[in-house]
């Protein structure tokens, strides 16, 4: 009897003899990988939602989250017995943690096959190749100075969506002291404007509308590269050819690097949509300084002012870590003044865990579990306020929401500002942009109903 059994399984469209089950932990830029993959593989390999009748089991790993080695640990001791059933099954791992652990990841799990990191999954059938002559316990985890993202040039794996994810730069330069990106991703590539476009033109081929550009730092795109663009540039460029056929976002920007230039664009650009997420990871200046962040709280609310006086309906989202080394009862008090202020329509926060290898797991004056706990309650009881009180402003309004798809009985959309609206209405609806007026707001979402 077959099961599905992986939830974060994701479904490709392919056409190999052979199979392939590819999981995803973690964050939009791994779904953006596992899609290249599959991609990669199209030749070889058609995706299977069955781990049973899979020839090779791709596990595309992300350490941005706590506990991602034991996750990744517990998910290998249940996959030792498939391979055991089935000595030819090929298992890889790939991503963040397996750039972090390389060959040590043999000593304890021997039936894995495959170590591949970030920027080595452009390798895939090529290492495959080599298991498949005999090779054994292949490691790729090599972080090239000169590496550069290829352009695949093979069929989009992914069709029937409305979103998609586009990654257009990799790694970062920016050393946060909490933050394991720069070891494991490496420093700042950014993708030619051209390899950008043509992936768009397939997207809306496919019927996408709604593209999300993504990047750690999006703002420094361009650097490095062989054209003089950038992020602002290839946002017009986009805008220029595409305008009028897509709606367009991007995440993640720095605070840091959130330009005068990039602020006019949410005024001056049709496809760019009504939404910001800026991470400001704590409202007090001097954790804010610990972590390397380089601005300072006026600062930043100075950014947001001039977004918000440019574009007043923006959504603004952020990313706050609470409990971080040093972090005062009244630095957590800063953090809580400033939500109050900006008043996010979101906030995403956790309570700061230590990434091995970091800079941040040497400091001091660590914060108690507990009292991480605490603040971490607090904090999300008064976003959740805020956040509430910032999506009833939406009741009684007409927005534009673009359907995205079909969920028990109700279809789901999006507006530009990024709110998930639930709406009656008949699947025929799904990938058109509607005209919803909103009779209630919820805790992270709206309900609406279609205007004729
Ligand atoms: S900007 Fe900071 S938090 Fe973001 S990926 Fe780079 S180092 Fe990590």
Do not use: W
């Not at 595309?60 to 001791?77: D, F, V």
């Not at 005999?134 to 985890?141: A, F, L, S």
């Not at 009504?274 to 804010?288: A, C, D, R, T």
């Amino acid at each position: 009897m077959k099961s599905l059994v992986t939830e974060n399984h994701q479904v490709f469209v392919s056409k190999g003899p052979k199979k392939c089950h590819i999981i995803t932990f973690g964050c939009q830029m791994n779904e953006y990988d596992s899609k290249t993959m599959a991609q990669l593989l199209m030749d070889d390999y058609q995706q299977t939602p069955f781990l049973e009748e899979a020839d090779l089991i791709l596990i595309n790993t992300c350490s941005i989250r706590e506990k991602a080695e034991h996750k990744l640990y517990s998910l290998l001791g249940r996959l030792k017995r498939l391979k055991k059933r089935n000595p030819t099954l090929k298992i890889g791992v790939c991503g963040c943690v397996a750039q972090q652990l390389g060959e040590r990841l043999f000593e304890r799990m021997a039936h894995v096959d495959l170590v591949i990191g970030p920027q080595g999954l452009y390798r895939l059938p090529i290492l495959l190749k080599a298991l498949e002559e005999g090779e054994k316990h292949i490691t790729d985890t090599t972080l090239r100075d000169d590496f550069d993202i290829p352009f695949i040039d093979a069929p989009l794996p992914r069709v029937g969506d409305v979103r998609a994810y586009l990654t257009i730069m990799q790694g970062c330069n920016n050393f946060c002291t909490y933050c394991i990106v720069p070891y494991v991703r490496g420093r700042e590539v950014s993708r030619p404007s051209e390899h950008i476009m043509k992936e768009i033109e397939g997207l809306i081929e496919q019927g996408v509308k709604d593209i999300t550009l993504l990047g750690q730092n999006v703002n420094s795109y361009g650097r490095g590269l062989n054209e003089n663009i950038d992020f602002t540039g290839l946002l017009k460029k986009i805008e220029k050819a595409f305008g009028k056929d897509i709606r367009l976002r991007f995440t993640t920007s720095h605070p840091k690097d959130l330009s005068d230039e990039l602020i006019d664009c949410f005024k001056e650009l049709q496809s760019l949509c009504e939404h910001l997420h800026l991470p400001v990871q704590s409202g007090s200046n001097s954790v804010l300084k610990r972590m390397n962040r380089h601005y300072t709280i006026e600062a930043y609310l100075e950014k947001l002012e001039k977004l918000r006086s440019l574009c007043p309906e923006i959504t603004i989202t952020t990313d706050l870590i609470v409990g971080f080394p040093g972090e005062s009862r009244d630095d957590f008090q800063k953090t809580m003044e400033l939500l109050k202020k900006v008043r996010y329509d979101q906030a995403f926060a956790f309570k700061y865990s230590e990434r091995p290898g970091t800079p941040a797991v040497n400091f001091g004056q660590k914060v108690p579990e507990e009292e991480k706990s605490k603040r971490l309650n607090e904090l999300l009881e008064l976003q959740n306020q805020i956040g509430l009180e910032q999506y009833k402003k939406l009741e009684g309004k007409v927005v534009e929401v673009l359907v995205e798809g079909v969920k028990g009985d109700q279809l789901v959309g999006r507006t530009r500002g990024n709110h998930i609206v639930n709406i009656e209405g008949e699947s025929e609806l799904v990938g058109r942009i509607m005209n919803v007026y909103i009779e209630k707001a919820c805790h992270h979402s709206l309900n609406g109903k279609v205007m004729h």
